[in-house]
C-alpha cells in the first residue's frame, strides 16, 4: 500500500520531466481556440462561434463523425502559409515546455487544397516551424502526410507526387472516417509511397474492425498502426502483431472523447502492454481531447495503476518505433537511461 502511495505522489512529476516522443499529432489537432478565432477574424473565415468559451463549448463530441465536423470547421480558417508557421510554432514551444524531444506530425494537405490553399504554402509554413525548432530548441521532427479515407483514393497518387516533389514529407498515413471506410482503398497510392521508400502508417482499429488491422499490414505494408485498440478483439492479429513488432499508437484522451472508452479507467493500455504488444502514447488532437502529451501519459498511468517504470517502457517503445535516423535514436536512449538511473527520480 505504501508503494502504491509513493508512486502516485512521484508520478506527475517524473512523467513531465522526461524525455519523451510523440508519434502521434494532427497538427490541424493543436489549433486551440483562441487561435481559432484569431485567424478566423485574421482571413475573414466565417465560423459559427463568437466566444472562446463558445468554441470551447462546441470542442464537445459523441463519435467520429461529430468531432469530425467541428474539426474540419477549425482546419478552413488556416489560409496562409504564416498561419501553419503560427500553429507549427505553437504546438513546438508546447513540445519544449512538456520536455517533447522528438515529434512526428500529421498534416491534412486535402482540407486545404478544398479549402483553395496552395500545398506549398501548408508544406512550407509547418516546415519553417519544425525547422526553427530543431535549430533553437533541439527538438528533431517528422512530417507525415495524411491521406482521408472518406475521400476518392483516385487522385491520392498525383497529390503524393507533389508533395515529394517539394519535399520534406518522410511518409504517409490514412486518417479521417474509419468505419465504412477500410484502408485497402488506397493500395495503390501506399505502393507507390513504398517504392519512393517513405514510412508508411494508418490509422486502423479505433473505431474500425480487426479487420481494417490486417488490411493495413497485408494490402498497404503499414510499419506501424495509429490507434488499434481493437486488435484485441482477434488473438491471432495480437500474435502477428507482437511477432512482427508493429507499434501501436494509442491516443487514451481520443478514445475517451470519442467513446471508445467509456472512461480512462476502462482503457485497454494495460492489457495492451500484457499482451506483450509494442505500445505508445500519443495526443492525437490535443486541443479537442483535453490535453497534450503529459497530461495523456499522467492520468492514464494513474487511472490504470501503471508506474514510472511502465513510462520508461512507453517512451522507450516510441524512440524506437520514430523515422528518425539511427543516430537520433540513440542519442535519445541515452537521455532515457540517464533519466531513469538518476537518484532523484525515485525509480
Ligand atoms: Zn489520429
Redesign the pocket.
Known amino acids: 500500500m505504501e508503494s502504491m502511495t509513493n508512486t502516485a505522489a512521484t508520478l506527475p512529476d517524473f512523467v513531465q520531466s522526461l524525455p519523451k516522443v510523440e508519434l502521434?499529432?494532427?497538427i490541424e489537432?493543436t489549433l486551440e481556440p483562441e487561435m481559432l478565432l484569431t485567424l478566423a477574424r485574421r482571413n475573414g473565415v466565417h465560423i459559427p462561434y463568437r466566444t472562446i468559451d463558445a468554441a470551447r463549448a462546441a470542442y464537445q463530441f459523441a463519435d467520429l463523425q461529430s468531432f469530425l465536423q467541428v474539426y474540419y470547421l477549425g482546419g478552413s480558417v488556416l489560409r496562409k502559409e504564416r498561419d501553419f508557421y503560427e500553429l507549427t510554432q505553437a504546438y513546438l514551444a508546447r513540445c519544449k515546455v512538456q520536455r517533447i524531444r522528438h515529434a512526428e506530425l500529421?498534416f491534412d494537405p486535402q482540407t486545404h487544397l478544398a479549402n483553395g490553399v496552395a500545398l506549398e504554402a501548408v508544406i512550407g509554413g509547418i516546415h519553417a516551424a519544425l525547422r526553427d525548432a530543431e535549430r533553437d530548441w533541439d527538438i528533431s521532427s517528422a512530417l507525415i502526410l495524411c491521406f482521408e479515407r472518406d475521400r476518392d483514393p483516385e487522385p491520392a497518387v498525383a497529390l503524393l507526387e507533389r508533395a515529394c516533389r517539394l519535399g520534406g514529407i518522410v511518409g504517409i498515413g490514412l486518417?479521417s472516417a474509419e468505419l465504412g471506410h477500410p484502408p485497402g482503398r488506397f493500395q495503390e497510392v501506399f505502393a507507390v509511397a513504398g517504392s519512393l521508400g517513405l514510412h508508411r502508417v494508418a490509422?486502423a482499429g479505433?473505431e474500425g474492425p480487426p479487420a481494417y488491422i490486417w488490411q493495413a499490414l497485408d494490402v498497404l505494408g503499414v510499419e506501424r498502426i495509429?490507434?488499434g485498440v481493437r486488435c484485441l478483439e482477434d488473438p491471432v492479429l495480437v500474435h502477428r502483431l507482437v511477432d512482427d513488432r508493429v507499434p501501436l499508437?494509442v491516443?487514451p484522451f481520443?478514445n475517451v472523447a470519442l467513446k471508445v472508452f467509456d472512461q480512462l479507467s476502462t482503457h485497454n493500455l494495460a492489457r495492451l502492454l500484457k499482451a506483450g504488444l509494442w505500445v505508445t502514447i500519443n495526443s492525437?488532437?490535443p486541443a479537442y481531447f483535453g490535453g497534450y502529451l503529459n497530461e495523456n501519459m499522467i492520468d492514464t498511468l494513474s487511472c490504470l495503476n501503471l508506474t514510472a517504470r511502465d513510462a520508461l517502457i512507453l517512451e522507450r517503445n516510441a524512440v524506437t518505433a520514430a523515422f528518425c535516423s539511427d543516430q537520433r535514436k540513440q542519442s535519445l536512449l541515452k537521455e532515457l537511461d540517464e533519466y531513469g538511473a538518476s537518484p532523484q527520480n525515485g525509480l
Open positions: 502521434h499529432l494532427h489537432g500529421f486518417d490509422h479505433e495509429d490507434h499508437t491516443c481520443s492525437d488532437d
